[in-house]
């Protein structure tokens, strides 16, 4: 190619290339050397550059030493470099360089050259190829291209995506099909052509996560760049999330972070019909709280986008952090932290509700353990992990470990940290009896309701009698006595013999109750000498109730924690459940129930303690 007789539009593309993908910048004298201008021409070049690149919200900055460079949103400059890249070598041959290896032209392009090795070009021709026929995926027409040069970008630049925090969002995808086929593929073609395989755990899942993209709707709508720079469809969900409640959520960087964290996995689930249940959001889908529509709304563009439909379970994800940054919303200064459990759903909302009415806290989300080590990476602005078993990984913030009971000492530990107690709440029997001596009312339900929603936490919910749940389920038919059993699976045998004998459950439930420990580890000790055996809601529940073992001689489980204790409940739906958990809860905590019911031998014992708090 002659450099001086260069066209606009060919030096536009040089500027572009060397703006794109030189991170070592472009320095104005080797340029109007290397294409044979003035450094004047060079100049109103990039005049004309930077306005094209303004409209999509990129700077064009000049720095000391380095030259020119670009500056901005890392999605932007990702879809430009896609475009860019598109752009330019559709020029060849019509572009046919994407499916022909008969391509002369590219070698006297000189101005490629350092730039994009044709050999990478022909390894992404080869991929794509191949894991069309390996994953029985279509690529449509007027997608192919911007596939290819994205492809292209992480396979032949190095530097670039190398290192980007981003991936960590992706980490779900890393023993899906879509990651092991595409990494299977790409090592072979390596192989085959004696090439030391380049390509890190990172680049590889933006790779799988391009392919996820093509199986859920082959780019349809012209969704590709909204699904490689998914932040956009965050944005759009914030705003809308913002219209419909009146805040303004645009600074809310975790409320962003954390629905960027959510977002693709959920779509994952929904295409390939995987079904995960978070029992900590089952309260919000039957209680129907009013955020679900809220997020329902937020999620309409998205669905249509990519052709889906959030389920429930996904819209209370999103929901729970919408709710999150509406509190956040309204203070300031407050520990920002995960909660993880190794309890059940309604164990891990008493803890939630507790740390709530202690501290002022911004709880981000609550994990089942099994996930911790994959979606806390996602997390980046949190201040502490509060867990109720131990973890073995390391993380990038502390991790308090602490009884789901929250004793003295998690006070201390909590304390440690800078989470100090909240001031006394106001009891809301108290505040009733004082509205009620004062006037008249007329809807007590809705009195209630209002107090709770108006003051928020600084009320304590103290209507409930303290007992009373536990006092009207247990009789002498249900609770039971013994000097020993040989293991906490007889244990728990024996109590759950009760439930199916007083027509709780089936003998289903029982043998699921132990597996779930035996697949879990005991999570069902809520402290030393006592467990809560219990299993799901399901057609094995007949009707709620519950049985007491209590066993002079504590039996050991795995983890070396001993218990005497056993109370098994089975519950029809999650109000009965949350009622049977929280009057333990209490009984707990204020009451000396694990101490004083592990030395009764009689049930007439068991009455006076009930009697008597």
């Not at 089975?570 to 049977?580: G, P």
Request: aromatic letters at 10%.
């Amino acid at each position: 190619m002659n450099r001086e007789n260069l066209s606009l539009k060919e030096r536009m593309n040089i500027l572009k290339m060397i703006l794109f993908f030189d991170e070592s910048g472009l320095k104005l004298s080797d340029i109007a050397e290397s294409m044979k201008i003035s450094r004047i021409e060079v100049r109103k070049d990039l005049e004309k550059l930077t306005d094209e690149l303004k409209k999509d919200g990129i700077n064009l900055i000049y720095e000391n030493y380095v030259g020119y460079k670009l500056e901005g949103n890392k999605g932007k400059l990702l879809i430009k470099r896609v475009e860019t890249l598109e752009e330019i070598m559709a020029q060849f041959d019509g572009g046919s360089f994407f499916v022909s290896e008969n391509n002369d032209k590219w070698e006297s392009s000189d101005y490629f050259y350092g730039y994009i090795k044709y050999e990478n070009i022909e390894i992404v021709r080869e991929f794509l190829a191949e894991i069309r026929k390996k994953m029985n995926i279509e690529i449509r027409e007027q997608n192919y291209s911007k596939v290819f040069s994205y492809i292209l970008i992480l396979i032949n630049f190095e530097k670039l995506y190398n290192n980007d925090r981003k991936h960590t969002v992706k980490k779900f995808l890393l023993h899906t099909p879509e990651y092991l086929i595409s990494e299977e593929v790409l090592k072979k073609i390596f192989t085959n052509r004696n090439k030391d395989f380049c390509l890190n755990d990172g680049k590889l899942l933006l790779i799988a996560d391009l392919i996820t993209g093509i199986m859920i709707n082959g780019f349809s709508e012209n969704s590709f760049y909204q699904w490689i720079n998914e932040g956009v469809i965050i944005e759009k969900i914030i705003s809308k999330a913002g219209k419909l409640t009146g805040i303004d959520f645009t600074n809310d960087i975790i409320l962003y972070k954390e629905l960027l964290n959510n977002i693709k996995p959920a779509i994952y689930r929904i295409k390939n019909e995987i079904q995960i249940v978070n029992s900590v959001f089952k309260e919000m889908i039957l209680n129907n709280d009013p955020i679900l529509e809220i997020a329902e709304k937020a999620v309409q563009e998205t669905e249509k986008i990519f052709n889906i439909k959030f389920g429930e379970y996904s819209l209370c994800s999103i929901g729970f952090h919408i709710n999150s940054a509406i509190e956040r919303s309204k203070r300031e200064n407050v520990k920002k932290v995960i909660l993880i459990c190794g309890l059940g759903y309604g164990s891990s909302k008493i803890l939630e509700q507790s740390l709530k009415e202690n501290y002022e806290l911004d709880i981000i989300d609550v994990l089942p353990y099994y996930l911790a080590d994959d979606l806390i990476p996602g997390y980046e602005n949190i201040d502490l992990i509060i867990s109720t078993i131990s973890l073995n990984r390391k993380y990038h913030v502390p991790v308090i470990k602490i009884n789901p009971l929250l004793k003295e000492n998690d006070f201390k530990k909590l304390s440690e940290y800078g989470m100090e107690k909240s001031s006394t709440k106001i009891s809301l029997r108290k505040l009733l009896k004082i509205i009620e001596n004062n006037t008249e009312i007329k809807n007590m339900q809705s009195l209630v309701n209002d107090l709770k929603k108006g003051l928020d936490r600084r009320i304590r919910d103290d209507l409930s009698e303290i007992g009373s749940v536990l006092k009207g389920l247990l009789n002498r038919d249900n609770v039971k006595f013994l000097d020993n059993v040989k293991s906490w699976q007889e244990g728990m045998l024996e109590a759950g013999t009760m439930l199916v004998k007083n027509k709780n459950t089936t003998f289903d439930y029982v043998n699921e109750m132990i597996e779930l420990v035996e697949k879990h580890g005991p999570y069902i000790i809520i402290d030393e000498g006592i467990a809560m055996p219990h299993a799901g809601i399901s057609e094995n529940v007949l009707k709620t109730g519950v049985s007491l073992l209590i066993v002079k001689e504590k039996v050991k489980f795995s983890d070396g924690r001993g218990v005497n204790i056993f109370l098994s409940f089975a519950a029809k739906n999650k109000n009965e459940h949350m009622e049977i958990l929280n009057d333990l809860f209490e009984l707990t905590t204020k009451y000396g129930f694990i101490e004083k019911i592990s030395k009764i031998s009689k049930y007439e014992e068991l009455e006076s303690y009930f009697e008597n708090i």
